[in-house]
């Protein structure tokens, strides 16, 4: 988790020093969930969270032009692919949120494509 954490913060760095005041990065692991009833949040209840912040109050992500994915063996990279998907399969093209994985555009194809959920509930 340390080391998540050390990476995702160099990454946002470096984005952000290249792109300047043009982008903002949202770095998830500086957003940690309180014990409750002395039990550490999981997966599942930050999937809950995040899928709330990323599609917004109207589920359309109008707060995302951009995002990236790069964790292929990630539960939670999975959920977050799949909630990005659905959010583009609402917006109109031309108004879909651009998706690059491993530092590559995704195609049109890709960008409206599941993933085999994560701890999403189906």
Same mark, same amino acid.
């Given at each position: 988790?340390?080391?998540?954490?050390?990476? %995702?913060?160099?990454?946002?760095?470096?984005?952000?020093?290249?792109?300047? %005041?043009?982008?903002?990065?949202?770095?998830?692991?500086?957003?940690?969930?309180?014990?409750? &009833?002395?039990?550490? &949040?999981?997966?599942?209840?930050?999937?809950?969270?995040?899928? %709330?912040?990323?599609?917004?109050?109207?589920?359309?992500?109008?707060?995302?032009?951009?995002?990236?994915?790069?964790?292929?063996?990630?539960?939670?990279?999975?959920?977050?692919?799949?909630?990005?998907?659905?959010?583009?399969?609402?917006?109109?093209?031309?108004?879909?949120?651009?998706?690059?994985?491993?530092?590559?555009?995704?195609?049109?194809?890709?960008?409206?494509?599941?993933?085999?959920?994560?701890?999403?509930?189906?």
């Amino acid at each position: 988790m340390e080391i998540n954490l050390e990476i %995702a913060a160099s990454v946002k760095t470096r984005l952000e020093k290249e792109y300047g %005041a043009a982008v903002w990065i949202l770095d998830p692991g500086r957003y940690q969930l309180p014990d409750i &009833a002395g039990k550490p &949040a999981g997966g599942a209840e930050y999937m809950v969270m995040w899928t %709330a912040v990323l599609a917004g109050d109207d589920g359309m992500g109008r707060d995302f032009d951009m995002v990236r994915a790069s964790s292929a063996y990630s539960s939670g990279a999975h959920d977050e692919w799949n909630i990005f998907v659905r959010i583009n399969r609402k917006r109109p093209l031309g108004d879909q949120v651009a998706i690059f994985f491993d530092s590559r555009s995704a195609s049109p194809a890709e960008m409206e494509v599941d993933v085999s959920p994560g701890y999403e509930l189906r």
